[in-house]
């Protein structure tokens, strides 16, 4: 079983190859080297509380919420698919209420195109 840093390492490349970012650009936006990403993402280096706000801020979280992500989170795997869920899910959190609305309407829209296909031969 993966110890807590294991697992908030996890969540932050998760977060980041979301976010399509590599560990170098991730690191310079927090004043840290890429080897020091690679190494909280591989679980070896410990995240200082300083560099866990500053990635939380770059990956439109809190400290607190990537804790407790890392803490519940069990046999996450890591998947092109799940990074476009997250990705998507991280747009639909941003969005007001209003589109919020339109895009779930859009969305139940393509899922019953989905299940009832239009025959273009009608």
Do not use: C, W
Not at 46 to 67: F, K, N, Q, S, W
Not at 81 to 89: K, M, P, V, W
Not at 101 to 116: D, I, N, S, W, Y
Request: aromatic share 6%; glycine share 8%.
């Amino acid at each position: 079983m993966a110890n807590l840093n294991e697992r908030i390492g996890e969540v932050i490349k998760r977060k980041r190859q979301r976010d399509r970012l590599t560990q170098s650009d991730l690191g310079g936006r927090i004043g840290v080297s890429g080897s020091y990403i690679s190494g909280v993402e591989s679980g070896q280096t410990g995240v200082r509380i300083t560099e866990l706000e500053a990635l939380a801020i770059h990956l439109r979280t809190t400290a607190i919420d990537l804790i407790n992500e890392a803490a519940g989170r069990d046999e996450y795997k890591f998947t092109s698919e799940t990074r476009d869920r997250d990705a998507f899910l991280t747009l639909y959190d941003g969005l007001s209420p209003e589109h919020k609305k339109q895009a779930r309407t859009f969305l139940m829209f393509l899922r019953e195109l989905q299940l009832h296909p239009i025959d273009a031969t009608e």
